[in-house]
Every structure is written in C-alpha cells, then in structure tokens.
C-alpha cells in the first residue's frame, strides 16, 4: 500500500520529505548510499521513497544493512523521531515495516500532515 494515497497537498509531502532528508543529512555516507540504492531501483531519493513507499525503502536498508535488524532498526527509530517521540509506537512501526505493511505509518503521517 503506498501512502501516495494520503489525502494531504504535494506542499505537505514536500515538506515531510524534506525533514527526513535533512536527518539523514546527519549521516552523510549512509544517506549517499541509500539514495543510490533507491535511485538505481525506484528513481527516487531514498526519503521520498520512504514517505511514498516505505516498505520498498525498508527493504533497500535490509540490503543496505545485509539484514542487520539492530542497524535498521537504529536508523528507522532514528527517522521516525521525526513524527513521534512514543518509543512504543516507534517499535510497532517498524515491526510492521519488517511484515510489508505500512498502514501504521501512513496513519502517523496523515496525523502529521493534520
């Protein structure tokens, strides 16, 4: 399912991309690594694909990370504190990620997006 269906302005995605990308900016190497990845497979910045297709960008850090459930769980919860602080939350997101289901986070964006 792809959050391209939120029901919000391409101004407010722009936006929340533009957030994402600046955390990962913190991470010059990595950030450069995941948008080649994303751009060879989707012709996207890895933080547009995260917002419109996150499971596809979940599965380019499983490559990226060789399956490494520490890293991507680090850099995701990392990530994530861009729309929450509840750890919890941050948790299930992920492990929905981790499923191919992206319904919990499409649920926080569309609250974010307000």
Known sequence: MSLLNLNVSDKTLEKIVEELSKKLEV??????ILD???????RKRFAEL?????????KIMEKVF???RASINFVLTY????FTRDDELINKVIEELSKGNDELLRKILQGVAG
């Open 36 to 42: 080649v990845y994303s751009m060879r497979s989707y």
């Open 50 to 58: 995260f917002v419109e297709e996150p499971v596809k960008a979940y």
């Open 27 to 32: 991470m010059p190497g990595l950030s450069t």
């Open 66 to 68: 060789a399956n490494d």
């Open 79 to 82: 990530l994530l504190r861009t």
